[in-house]
T-cell receptor
Framework: GAGVSQSPSNKVTEKGKDVELRCDPISGHTALYWYRQSLGQGLEFLIYFQGNSAPDKSGLPSDRFSAERTGGSVSTLTIQRTQQEDSAVYLC??????????????FGPGTRLLVL | GQSLEQPSEVTAVEGAIVQINCTYQTSGFYGLSWYQQHDGGAPTFLSYNALDGLEETGRFSSFLSRSDSYGYLLLQELQMKDSASYFCASHSGGYQKVTFGIGTKLQVIP
């Protein structure tokens, strides 16, 4: 498709289970970002990929969170042993990543995660 | 570190003009972006300012003062569909790290 896609769109899980969230960026976009948005809150930066490398993981809230990107395209965000406070919308964004000043980030529709 | 402040809520009348302010504390600052997000939707890009002054795009304008670490988004001829959250975001760092504010929820009333 033409835009950023994410799957699943909604995920309900039980506390303690692991979840995997997927992001398909726009074709040709080398930069990929993960954000978390809690209800009524702003966007919290989680991690940034340039190609398959993650030069900035500073936003990952704990070691239960990890992410990878393969082939410079699809990225997976994994949350292990989920907790109720992990409930949020997880947004993925991508751009060309060529450090064009002010380059737009294109966001996917998000995955709504609910941990019971 | 990076931090941005913007009002949490603003209410304005259809057809009027509204200004949403944003102050930032950003090391290695490059510029300021604005994004719009409707309830349940994804953020979409509105504008970007790297230099001081006003950038106009249709009914929306954005302003930046680097010396004051301040910017605003100006929405003119408000329409009901403009009801949404508006985020300012600062760009910094070698790879254009983007830090978002908490967002301003704009309600347009008849």
């Amino acid at each position: 498709g033409a835009g950023v896609s994410q799957s699943p769109s909604n995920k309900v899980t039980e506390k303690g289970k692991d979840v995997e969230l997927r992001c398909d960026p726009i074709s040709g976009h080398t930069a990929l970002y993960w954000y978390r948005q809690s209800l009524g809150q702003g966007l919290e930066f989680l991690i940034y990929f340039q190609g398959n490398s993650a030069p900035d993981k500073s936003g990952l809230p704990s070691d239960r969170f990890s992410a990878e990107r393969t082939g410079g395209s699809v990225s997976t965000l994994t949350i292990q042993r989920t907790q109720q406070e992990d409930s949020a919308v997880y947004l993925c964004a991508s751009n060309l990543g060529v450090m064009v000043e002010g380059e737009t980030q294109y966001f996917g529709p998000g995955t709504r995660l609910l941990v019971l | 570190g990076q931090s941005l402040e913007q009002p949490s809520e603003v209410t304005a009348v259809e057809g009027a003009i509204v200004q949403i302010n944003c102050t930032y504390q950003t090391s290695g600052f490059y510029g300021l972006s604005w994004y719009q997000q409707h309830d349940g939707g994804a953020p979409t890009f509105l504008s970007y300012n790297a230099l001081d002054g006003l950038e106009e795009t249709g009914r929306f304008s954005s302003f930046l003062s680097r010396s004051d670490s301040y910017g605003y988004l100006l929405l003119q001829e408000l329409q009901m569909k403009d009801s949404a959250s508006y985020f300012c975001a600062s760009h910094s760092g070698g790879y254009q790290k983007v830090t978002f504010g908490i967002g301003t929820k704009l309600q347009v009333i008849p």
